[in-house]
């Protein structure tokens, strides 16, 4: 995978733990 694609996708996966534990990364 693109690295950017892989970027986009662990901050896309970092909002969303955010989101869910209410935990910044």
Do not use: F
Request: net charge negative; hydrophobic share 30%; proline share 4%.
């Amino acid at each position: 995978m693109p690295t950017r694609l892989n970027g986009l996708q662990s901050v896309q996966s970092c909002l969303d733990d955010v989101i869910i534990t209410g935990n910044c990364c």
